[in-house]
DNA sequence: TCGATACTTCGATTACCGTAAAAGCATGGA
DNA sequence: TCCATGCTTTTACGGTAATCGAAGTATCGA
């Protein structure tokens, strides 16, 4: 532990931060949200396998850390002292960053598809309200199950939560929304939730993008509902 | 003046950093203290030439300034906010520096020669008490003159003073400190005052640095006379 | 069981950067 | 005017690392 082992390790962080495509990903997650790595690979303007080599080394750096999430794999700043790091590198490097320009376009952050559910700010203030509500519950550490009132309301909301439990893929458990860092609905019975919010018209998925537009009508369902400001 | 620009001058500046042997520059220059080209090169264990083109780089990037003096040209870091971006890579780096050693050896710091006069904490004080017992006094910027008293104080020390004077090199002058930062008393008179003092036996020339070793005549002479303690 | 999607690992190519010797430049002192 | 010292620039070389396509692995949903 001697003195030019320290400088080393200071070499190879300042290193891992130095090369263009990992400075504009570690930049670009400077929120503190958390993207995949095919996200990040956009953002830098590289390949998904070179991406990949560099968010290798980020997170060997212990700059990164990595949240499997089914196929997704979701990489975020390991801690506040990252951030704090870059921001003095920026502040050395002259660049006058905007005071705060939102990383996520506002459209995506406030409600977009992951998937075949719903993320964004709506979809976890939607997951708070079914559980503030008693349609939910929680079965484990991140499964849910739906109570007898839940059942209810999704029937009138042409949810059928029997076919959601039939199906051959998870039930409902929380997925952690990379924008807003909160869990959302996932599962089937999310994936069903988001079909009848289409059917009936209370969102249009935009057809580029995975962005929701919610409608007026949406808008003001929600909220009666549900209690959720969009 | 777009985000593309900002991330590519931040990646240049972590860049700059990340060289092993450019880190360990950096990392010697954290005390504050200025130091030589050739000091640096063998600081990171590289040839001058080598040095010189890192140290450019440095200053390239802004995070190394140059002051020349005489032929000897003086490295430190830029501003305060290089020192903090480099104290937090260290943090990230999980580097736990010591609270704080001292990067120049002490004998050197408190006493040692810079070329023919008496430089380090020793040198500083020196020129301070010499201004307030008003032997000296500024003639402009950064040169100075020796008042009446000052002439005969300085015989009473064997130091010729008119013989300082008519030496083809500047008379007196203020010479920045690389370890106090602040001047000292360099040019002719300092010299003629370091030799003054190597012949009363106040201080011994090490003979294989740069320090001097201030012998207890020479403590004594230096509280009473000039109330610099040692 | 099978395909689709998301991501990683591998392999070969290319470009860049650190390195030191040698030569050049500037300053200081005799 | 001259030389010595301190530092920089130039030049050529060698090694490291970024890059992408292709192949491989894991997960999900049908």
Redesign the interface.
Known sequence: ?D?????????????A????AR??ML?RLLDGCARTSTELAIVAGVSPSTASVHLARLAGQ??VKVTPQGRHRYYSLCDA??A???E???????????PFEPATPDPLRSARTCYDHMAGRLAVALHDGLFELRWLSRSNENDYDVTRKGVEGFAELDVDVAAARAARRRFACGCLDWSERRPHLAGALGAALLASALRRGWMIRDLDSRALAITRKGRRVLRERFGVEV
Do not use: F, H, W, Y
């Not at 931060?17 to 263009?20: D, G, L, M, R, T």
């Not at 003095?88 to 905007?98: E, N």
């Open positions: 532990m003195v030019g082992d320290a400088d080393a390790r200071l070499s190879a962080v300042a290193a931060i130095a090369e263009p400075t504009q930049c212990k700059l002292n990252v704090a790091a870059i003095a590198l920026i502040l050395v490097a002259g660049a006058p960053r905007q």
